[in-house]
Antibody
Framework: EVQLVESGGGLVQPGGSLRLSCAAS????????MSWVRQAPGKGLEWVSV???????YYADSVKGRFTISRDNSKNTLYLQMNSLRAEDTAVYYC???????????????????WGKGTTVTVSS | SYVLTQPPSVSVAPGKTARITCGGN??????VHWYQQKPGQAPVLVIY???DRPSGIPERFSGSNSGNTATLTISRVEAGDEADYYC????????????FGGGTKLTVL
C-alpha cells in the first residue's frame, strides 16, 4: 500500500525558505516518478514539480528557479526546497506517486495514484 | 498552455446520474484522469486512462473521452459522493506539464 507523509510546513516570511519532506512507505521512491502538487486556500489543484526515476526534474513556470525537488534514496524520502517564497506560494502541499507511460492507444499518460495528506505552507509577514 | 475547462458546480438528486465534463482542445487525443477530493482531505484517483477504475472505486464511477470533451459519470449517486472532482492530463507543451481542470463541486441534493 502506498503511504506518504508530508512534513515541514509552517509560517514563513516573504523571501524566506522552507524544506518540505515526504516520507514514503510501501514502495521505493527512487523507482517511481514523484510529484508535488499544491492547493491554495479555496482554490484548485496546481502541479508544482516532478522527479523522474532516472533523476530528471521538471517544474511549473511559477516556481522554476525558486523550488528544487530532490530525494534521498536511503531514507525513501522526497523533498521540496522552497526559496524566495511569496505570498502566492501559500497552499497545502501534497506529495504524490505518479505512474506514467504509453497507453495501448498510443497516448502518453501520467497520473497520481497515491497522495499524502498534505502539509500547509503560509507565507506572510 | 493547455486549458481544461470544468463547470464550477453540478447538482444531482440521490439515486440519479451525475455527469461532470472536462473540456479541452482535442482532449480525445490525450489520456484523462479524474480525482475526487472531499473537504479537508487529499485527492483520490477515481478514474485513469479515460475510463479505468482503480481497485476500491465503485463501478458507479465511469469515464469517457472523445473529441473536445471528457466526461466523468457517477451513477446512482450517493450522499458520500459529494466532493470536488478534478480532471487531469499531461501536456508537454504547457508551462505546467501536468494540467488540472479548475474542479467541479458535486452537490447531492
Amino acid at each position: 500500500e502506498v503511504q506518504l507523509v508530508e512534513s515541514g510546513g509552517g509560517l514563513v516570511q516573504p523571501g524566506g525558505s522552507l524544506r518540505l519532506s515526504c516520507a514514503a512507505s510501501g514502495f521505493t521512491v527512487s523507482s517511481n516518478y514523484m510529484s508535488w502538487v499544491r492547493q491554495a486556500p479555496g482554490k484548485g489543484l496546481e502541479w508544482v514539480s516532478v522527479i523522474y526515476s532516472g533523476g530528471s526534474t521538471y517544474y511549473a513556470d511559477s516556481v522554476k528557479g525558486r523550488f528544487t525537488i530532490s530525494r534521498d534514496n536511503s531514507k525513501n524520502t522526497l523533498y521540496l526546497q522552497m526559496n524566495s517564497l511569496r505570498a502566492e506560494d501559500t497552499a497545502v502541499y501534497y506529495c504524490a506517486r505518479a505512474l506514467s507511460g504509453w497507453s495501448s492507444r498510443g497516448y502518453y499518460y501520467y497520473y497520481m495514484d497515491g497522495w499524502g495528506k498534505g502539509t500547509t505552507v503560509t507565507v506572510s509577514s | 498552455s493547455y486549458v481544461l475547462t470544468q463547470p464550477p458546480s453540478v447538482s444531482v438528486a440521490p439515486g440519479k446520474t451525475a455527469r461532470i465534463t472536462c473540456g479541452g482542445n482535442n482532449i480525445g487525443s490525450k489520456s484523462v484522469h479524474w480525482y475526487q477530493q472531499k473537504p479537508g482531505q487529499a485527492p483520490v484517483l477515481v478514474i485513469y486512462y479515460d475510463s479505468d477504475r482503480p481497485s476500491g472505486i465503485p463501478e458507479r464511477f465511469s469515464g469517457s473521452n472523445s473529441g473536445n470533451t471528457a466526461t466523468l459519470t457517477i451513477s446512482r449517486v450517493e450522499a458520500g459522493d459529494e466532493a470536488d472532482y478534478y480532471c487531469q492530463v499531461w501536456d508537454s507543451s504547457s508551462d505546467h506539464l501536468v494540467v488540472f481542470g479548475g474542479g467541479t463541486k458535486l452537490t447531492v441534493l
